[in-house]
C-alpha cells in the first residue's frame, strides 16, 4: 500500500509484524503504526486468534506494491 499509512491495535492474542526490515511481536493493547513509505506485513504465528483493528485512510482505488521474498530473511 504504497502512500497509506496504517494504524494497527492489537485487541487481543499476538501478532507479528515486519515493516521494512524489523520484525516484532505485538501483544494486547499495542498500537503500531505504519508509514506510507513502508513494506509491511502483519500475520500469527501462533495456535491462538489474534484479534486486530486496522485503521487507514478509505481510497477509491488502493495502491498495491508486492516485494518478492520480504520474509525471506527472517
Not at 28 to 55: C, K, M, W, Y
Request: charged content about 30%.
Amino acid at each position: 500500500h504504497p502512500g497509506q499509512e496504517e494504524v494497527y491495535f492489537v485487541i487481543s492474542g499476538t501478532a507479528t509484524f515486519k515493516i521494512d526490515g524489523d520484525v516484532f511481536e505485538a501483544r494486547p493493547q499495542t498500537a503500531v503504526r505504519v508509514a506510507g513509505d513502508a513494506f509491511r506485513s502483519v500475520h500469527n504465528d501462533t495456535d491462538d486468534e489474534a484479534e486486530l483493528l486496522i485503521f487507514s485512510p478509505r481510497l477509491d482505488e488502493p495502491p498495491i506494491e508486492k516485494q518478492d521474498d520480504f520474509w525471506a530473511s527472517t
